[in-house]
Structures are given as structure tokens and as C-alpha cells.
């Protein structure tokens, strides 16, 4: 699959906040940090616990089972338990619309 995911309308996607999304049949946290809109696979790496539910911190969002941390933008697990990176999805606003593409 290679086409766009409406996720929000933008003005209803308030910065340091997440929402969550499937694509393609994934998993996907979208986050608005303060530079923009980023996407990762909705899955902490540890023990497979979502994501998007969790407390963002810049553009870091900590799992909230165990405290695992991962970069919302590149995808990379920052701290410990978790030692794997998750992958990351293009984001884009199109006429006031948040959309992620899976592929």
C-alpha cells in the first residue's frame, strides 16, 4: 500500500499530543511535537506494548508500561528496556488534514 491515512484535521491535532492510527494493516503513533507532525510504528520494541498512549517529552515519547524512550522522528530507542529501533512513516498536512503513507 502506498496512499495516504487521513489521521486528524490538523487544528484538532494540538501540539504534545498523539494519536493513533492503522496503516496498512501497522500499528502507527502519530505525534505532534513542536517542529511538526512524525510517525512511528505504534509498538515498543521491548515487549510489543503501544506507544501512542504515552508521555511526550520534545520530540521523545516514553512507553508508558515500562519507560522506554524513542525518538518520534527517526525512530531510535533512546533508553533502556527497549534496544531496537522502531520504523518511522512520511507525514505530511494536505488541505488541513494530518496524513500518514505506509510503504
Known amino acids: 500500500m502506498s496512499g495516504w491515512v487521513d489521521v486528524a484535521r490538523e487544528s484538532e ?3 504534545g499530543t498523539s494519536r493513533f492510527v492503522e496503516v496498512g494493516g501497522i500499528p502507527v503513533g502519530v505525534f505532534h511535537v513542536p517542529d511538526g507532525f512524525y510517525a512511528i510504528e505504534d509498538c515498543c520494541t521491548h515487549d510489543g506494548g503501544p506507544l501512542a498512549g ?5 520530540d521523545v515519547v516514553v512507553c508508558p508500561r515500562h519507560g522506554a524512550r524513542f525518538s518520534v522522528k ?7 528496556p527497549a534496544y531496537e529501533d522502531v520504523a518511522t512513516f512520511e507525514v505530511r498536512v494536505e488541505r488541513g488534514m494530518v496524513q500518514v503513507r505506509a510503504g
Not at 54 to 58: D, K, L, R, S, T
Open 54 to 58: 504515552g508521555e511526550i517529552e520534545g
Open 13 to 15: 491535532f494540538p501540539t
Open 74 to 80: 527517526t525512530g531510535e530507542v533512546l533508553a533502556a
